[in-house]
């Protein structure tokens, strides 16, 4: 699985953003996938995550203001971001976990800068 992130930039406090992760493979339509960040100096953690079946879970952070996604026909999982703070900003990271084969697949990151 190949995993290609778009849709970073700079965005002021309170703006919106978009971030696309398109995947390579036949088997998206099975794999969960994730987005993860890594802010400066601080260990990557877990932003949401959505089931092949579509069900979805958020850290508390941005639980209400993200909204993770995913087209099969696009092999393609988003990350809605509303009402973005400056605590936000981080690289934002695609994950895909190959369930036949326990692996784990990570995009290249994507930058969100938030501007207070």
């Known amino acids: 699985v190949q995993l290609q992130a778009s849709g970073g930039g700079l965005v002021q406090a309170g703006g919106s953003l978009r971030l696309s992760c398109a995947a390579s493979?036949?088997?998206?339509?099975?794999?969960?996938m994730a987005w993860y960040r890594q802010a400066p100096g601080k260990q990557r953690e877990l932003v949401a995550s959505?089931?092949?079946?579509?069900?979805?879970s958020y850290a508390g952070a941005v639980k209400g203001r993200f909204t993770i996604t995913r087209d099969s026909a696009k092999n393609t999982v988003y990350l809605q971001m509303n009402s973005l703070k400056p605590e936000d900003t981080a690289v934002y990271y695609c994950?895909?976990?190959?369930?036949?084969?326990?692996?784990?697949?990570w995009g290249q990151g994507t930058l969100v800068t938030v501007s207070s």
């Open positions: 994950h895909a976990f190959r369930l036949d084969t326990l692996t784990n697949f």
């Open positions: 493979g036949t088997i998206f339509s099975r794999t969960p």
């Open positions: 959505i089931t092949s079946g579509g069900s979805t």
